[in-house]
Nanobody
């Protein structure tokens, strides 16, 4: 089992930046892929970015690939999503999720992920 806790959300103006954190605990060695997803009001949840524990694979959705970055801190078992040049359409609840390695290799398919955090709200105005 993996437990995930997101933090770092908030309200920012368009063009600003935020860094989201995903703190993981439990059997993370069995679920090395961490993905970020977001869900806007009235919209389906969509994949944003992901990274595996060995940093073998990174993926980004087309809408964020030139603006966001993903990284990890092994000591704290934390994955970060650095969001720059934020737009109103980036507004939503952001979730991190854990899955097997193939989840990262396949690039952000929601059904590939086994464990989910509670989410953190991002509002861009």
């Amino acid at each position: 089992h993996v437990q995930l806790v997101e933090s770092g959300g908030g309200s920012v103006q368009a063009g600003g930046s935020l860094r989201l954190s995903c703190a993981a605990s439990g059997a993370t060695y069995s679920y090395p892929c961490i993905g970020w997803f977001r869900q806007a009001p009235g919209k389906q949840r969509e994949g944003v970015a992901g990274i595996d524990a060995a940093d073998e694979v990174r993926y980004f959705s087309d809408s964020v690939k030139d603006r966001f970055n993903i990284s990890q801190d092994y000591a704290t078992k934390t994955v970060y999503l650095q969001m720059n040049s934020l737009k109103a359409e980036d507004t939503g609840t952001y979730y991190c999720a854990a899955g097997f390695m193939y989840a990262c290799r396949r690039g952000g398919r929601l059904t590939d992920y086994k464990f989910w955090g509670q989410g953190t709200q991002v509002t861009v105005s």
